[in-house]
């Protein structure tokens, strides 16, 4: 049987604000249903199934996915299976993207993923045409066009985004940012709940998590390297906040196997 494609594409310069990349999944011969992990990584997803559907666990019980679908931040991991084929095209959003341009609630969509065709215009009418495509050369195509059209309405939170930069280079105390930024910690609490969909602390949080993939993306480091790079304060403290997010012991968890979780927290 032919291998899963997993494919990233850079978006536009002028995108680049919004969108993280594109990606591709793809494998039209799939016949098997594969059982997959989908753990945090700090982003928003607007994605698109071309070929035959999926089906999500988010609690316990699956149910079948809309074609076109918005993920909001989630706090866990959850699970994924194809029915037969496979084939999506996704956008990886910016944290504050979905609200940014859309006006989206995002604490309205933490731990869920909701229809598109309910939330944002003129998806239903760009999910068609990407069904129809015959190539993902053109998919991709079609989804920047789609976003060249609706970026100019796109209103910057830059308080919120100085925010997540400074914890993406390390820094996890709320007072810390919220001095830096000039905000109160209630202010940045509202705004975080409006933009991104969590707390400040628990997404400073998938960010440390996020690091550790970063890490072992650079090569082979041990254990306690990981743990103080990634900024943990012991390791016992480590293995919980892994447990947690993917609910395995870093231990057992092959980090290079190909699929959905490792490729969606691999960095664009």
Avoid at 4 to 29: H, S, V
Avoid at 166 to 190: C, D, F, N, P, V
Avoid at 202 to 207: E, Q, T
């Amino acid at each position: 049987m032919k291998d899963t494609i997993y494919q990233r594409i850079d978006p536009a310069p002028g995108l680049t604000e919004f969108i993280d990349c594109y990606w591709i999944i793809e494998n039209l011969q799939q016949e098997e249903v594969r059982e997959q992990k989908i753990i945090p990584d700090g982003y928003t997803e607007l994605i698109f199934h071309y070929s035959d559907a999926y089906e999500i666990k988010l609690e316990s019980d699956w149910q079948t996915q809309p074609y076109s679908l918005v993920a909001g931040q989630i706090r866990k991991h959850f699970f994924l299976r194809n029915t037969r084929h496979v084939g999506m095209v996704g956008v990886k959003l910016k944290p504050t993207a979905l609200a940014e341009l859309f006006g989206l609630k995002m604490n309205q969509l933490a731990d869920k993923v909701v229809d598109a065709q309910k939330l944002i215009p003129g998806v239903d009418k760009l999910a068609l045409r990407l069904r129809s495509a015959t190539d993902n050369q053109k998919r991709i195509v079609m989804v920047e066009d789609y976003f060249k059209e609706v970026h100019s309405r796109g209103a910057i939170q830059n308080k919120v985004r100085m925010a997540i930069e400074m914890m993406r280079k390390g820094s996890r105390q709320i007072k810390e940012i919220t001095e830096a930024i000039g905000l109160s910690e209630r202010q940045l609490e509202r705004l975080f709940s409006h933009y991104v969909g969590l707390s400040p602390k628990f997404y400073a949080r998938i960010l440390q998590f996020n690091t550790i993939f970063e890490l072992m993306q650079k090569g082979d480091p041990s254990w306690s390297d990981i743990v103080f790079e990634s900024g943990y304060f012991d390791q016992s403290h480590f293995i919980k906040s892994f447990r947690q997010f993917t609910g395995e012991d870093p231990s057992k968890y092959i980090f290079d196997q190909p699929d959905m979780a490792n490729f969606f927290l691999r960095r664009c």
